[in-house]
């Protein structure tokens, strides 16, 4: 391969951003793998992020800057120029904001790190409204981690390269894939590291495991309470941790009491005698046991219970702060090293308060202000209270697929006058857009320096490897333009040089330092910070079994276990996931993809499928509220009976996706006025608390 030019880059196929490197030829890239110097991913990417090189070549793509023609969502298109499509936006804000205060402006995205230039713009324009997609996913997770600890999840790290048990409660590690993840977790497995599935079917990692727990769906809390209720009644638990960090434990012990495992074997349909024997092995490995927390949990009202109680095993075997399982992370600071500057510190925070009342209504104090909730922002719009919404630029998201049935979201965005989507791939939102501004792909573009907390605290910048095959910008690009249009000077850059030395200027590390690895690394070795009096940001500085924050809200620390609903007679309780050859629904047009993966499948068992007279690999009809969707039948008895499932993204019907539309069936679209059952204690959407239609199709 010596005649190819190699460029560092960040694979941008998921959310994950895996360092990779690319080969470039006659100015095309040819192929892609993992950034052979990062730790952890051994030079490999997955089949999607490999298919970052079919997205670059795909025309089924925005090519350039447009404007609805016709009605919102028909199709109709005006090609432009970058110039007049940014002009359009911009005097469109303009207006709006002078007709309706700088807030009317709402900005949603998919959080990750390379989030700061374009915050520093909604900044700058004077709105507070930023929100991410995370109602739709790991919102039970944060504010569960936040309740018991008193910081984010993130502030811990799976540390499953030395783990000796690992859990994975509503985790499909092994599809819903993570490449240093999957690797660190299969080398610790090779040294004798067990691992334990709890799921409502045989995924992937459970074909791997040494315990596996089908569970009733929605059961999950249950199981975890009967988990405490032995480690608590048999003393399984660091009491020396416990008496140093852990408030109120008496008031856990009494509550667990009536959870044994008998109970739990008929709530959940796990055997009381394998949660005694599961609960000895995991405290045989403790501290070095991963419980995760989850991390798609938007799924029932009562899941952040779930991601709670998983926190508290976690603190009474011992794993935060441990090695093998949630060591804390280190931030720059915390190794003797300088942030990076940041843009959103050019501007004031504004001063309105946040549309979706997040971190200041009554109720609401609990949770995590920095994203909010974006599902409570299209109340907003639709009531004008507390105050009207009337723009949204949708960027890196595609709220219409990622929250339940998009004609109830679509009908909550009608008061909109302008509606932006930022995005490199088709989507019903870019359907439904005014505006489609398109990002060139991962592999045509620059991205701003981003910071990786961690044991190894490192910077990591993502390389353009080939120009923009067609008229499209970077991120930095389109909000740099922006910001040009609004006088915010500050953070408008002409070179990518220019933006990279303004966010290094203060910390001693400069361009130079990317280039032999493409990261800059800010330690030598793995960093294990020991837990001390400031680690827990709890008011007691302890891990919090009664949280005070929830309590002021109005919510229990400690709710009874509710049973799920079963299902009516000939319904079954929808339930989803993810496979390893997509990425939630903008992956199926995808040239190479799609044809490894066309469609997806229901997940049924053997007992409904005899039933309504089904056979495995039959198309059916599932339904809901109008809603129908043709799916073929995967017969299994791997499955709970209650349940049917089917990975989440399919069933396109837009026309400008020839290869993903018509097929599959859409989960989102099974789960009508599913966009209002929201937690109001873990803030995320309860998407499994559905029961849909499966019919045999007419012959
Ligand atoms: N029914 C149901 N709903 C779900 C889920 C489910 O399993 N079932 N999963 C949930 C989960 S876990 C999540 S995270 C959300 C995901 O929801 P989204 O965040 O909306 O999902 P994506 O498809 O990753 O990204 C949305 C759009 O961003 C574009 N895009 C991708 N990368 C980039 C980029 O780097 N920059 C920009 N500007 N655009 C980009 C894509 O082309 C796509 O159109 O959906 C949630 N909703
Ligand atoms: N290949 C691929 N990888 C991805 C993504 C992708 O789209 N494609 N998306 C990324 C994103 S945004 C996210 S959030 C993560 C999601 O990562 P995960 O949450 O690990 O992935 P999922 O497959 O959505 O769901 C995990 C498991 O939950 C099970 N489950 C469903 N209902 C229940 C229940 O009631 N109880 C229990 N115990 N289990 C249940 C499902 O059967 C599934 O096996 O994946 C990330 N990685
Ligand atoms: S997990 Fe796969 S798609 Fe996601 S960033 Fe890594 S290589 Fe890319
Ligand atoms: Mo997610």
């Not at 048999?234 to 140093?244: I, P």
């Not at 971190?359 to 409570?376: K, R, Y």
Request: proline letters at 6%; hydrophobic letters at 40%.
């Amino acid at each position: 391969m010596s005649d190819f030019k190699t460029v560092y880059t960040i694979c941008g196929m998921c959310t994950v951003r895996c360092p990779a490197q690319a080969f470039v030829k006659d100015g095309e890239v040819s192929f892609v793998r993992g950034n052979p110097h990062a730790g952890g991913i051994k030079g490999s990417l997955c089949a999607r992020g490999a298919a970052g090189v079919a997205l670059t070549m795909d025309d089924e793509r925005p090519q350039t800057p447009l404007i609805r023609e016709g009605e919102r969502g028909e199709g109709k298109w005006r090609s432009v120029s970058w110039d007049e499509a940014l002009d359009y936006v911009a005097d469109k804000i303009k207006e709006l904001q002078a007709k309706h205060g700088k807030e009317t402006v709402l900005f949603s995205d998919r959080g990750g790190p390379f989030r700061d230039h374009y915050r520093a713009f909604l900044r700058g324009i004077g709105t507070p409204n930023y929100c991410n997609h995370d109602s739709a996913c790991a919102r039970n997770v944060q504010h569960g981690a936040m309740s018991v600890y008193g910081f984010g999840r993130k502030t811990v790290s799976y540390d499953l390269k030395n783990a000796k048990h690992v859990v994975l409660q509503t985790r499909n590690i092994f599809e819903a894939i993570n490449v240093k993840e999957v690797n660190d977790l299969l080398d610790a497995m090779d040294n004798g590291c067990k691992l334990t599935v709890i799921d409502v079917r045989a995924n992937i990692p459970a074909s791997k495991a040494d315990n596996v727990f089908i569970i009733r769906p929605g059961s999950d809390y249950g199981f975890n309470l009967a988990v405490l209720h032995v480690m608590l009644r048999d003393g399984l638990y660091d009491k020396e941790f416990a008496d140093k960090w852990i408030q109120d434990l008496p008031a856990l012990e009494e509550f667990v009491r009536p959870y044994t495992p008998e109970w739990a074997e008929k709530e959940t349909g796990a055997p009381a005698a394998a949660i005694e024997d599961f609960v000895k092995q995991i405290w045989e490995a403790a501290p070095s046991v991963i419980w995760h927390p989850g991390w798609m949990t938007a799924r029932y009202s009562d899941s952040f219970y779930v991601s709670r109680t998983a926190y508290l095993i976690s603190a009474l075997l011992g794993c935060v702060g441990a090695k093998g399982g949630l060591p804390l992370v280190s931030k720059p600071g915390d190794v003797g090293a300088k942030g990076l500057k940041s843009f959103m510190n050019l501007y004031p925070k504004p001063e309105a308060k946040r549309v979706d009342g997040v971190g200041w209504e009554q109720g609401m104090t609990h949770l995590d202000p920095g994203p909010g909730l974006v599902n409570l922002a299209y109340k907003a719009i639709e009531t004008g209270k507390p105050y009207p919404i009337t723009a949204y630029i949708a960027h890196r998201h595609d709220p219409l697929m990622a929250f339940p049935d998009k004609r109830d979201v679509l009908e909550s965005w009608k008061n909109l006058e302008l509606l932006v989507s930022v995005t490199f791939s088709w989507s019903d939102t870019a359907w439904n857009a005014d505006v489609v501004l398109p990002l060139s792909p991962y592999l045509e573009r620059d991205s701003i320096i981003a910071t990786k907390n961690g044991l190894s605290p490192h910077f990591f910048k993502r390389n353009q490897a080939m120009k923009p095959r067609y008229d499209t910008k970077a991120e930095w690009e389109i909000y740099s333009e922006l910001a040009k249009r609004f006088g915010l000077d500050e953070m408008v850059f002409d070179t990518i040089e220019d933006l990279w030395n303004f966010q290094l200027q203060e910390t001693g590390v400069t361009l130079e330092d990317f280039e032999a690895t493409g990261t800059a690394k800010l330690t030598d070795s793995a960093v294990y910070k020991e837990v001390n009096e400031k680690t827990f940001k709890t008011p007691s500085g302890k891990v919090e079994v009664i949280s005070a924050a929830l309590e002021k809200s109005g919510l229990e620390s400690l709710p009874a276990y509710k049973a799920p609903a079963h299902p009516p007679a000939g319904r079954y309780r929808i339930t989803f996931g993810r496979c390893g050859l997509h990425t939630q629904g903008h992956t199926v047009n995808n040239p190479l993809l799609f044809e490894r993966m066309p469609e997806n499948i229901l997940w049924m068992h053997p007992e409904a499928a005899q039933k309504l007279g089904i056979e495995s690999g039959e198309y059916v009809e599932v339904g809901n509220n109008g809603y129908t969707g043709r799916i073929r039948a995967y017969i299994t008895q791997f499955i709970h009976p209650e349940a049917v499932f089917m990975v989440h993204g399919f069933g396109h019907d837009l026309p400008a996706e020839s290869r993903a539309f018509g097929k599959g069936a859409a989960d989102n679209m099974l789960m009508p006025k599913g966009i209002d059952n929201y937690d109001k204690a873990g803030g995320a959407i309860a998407m499994q608390e559905h029961f849909i239609e499966v019919r045999k199709t007419a012959a």
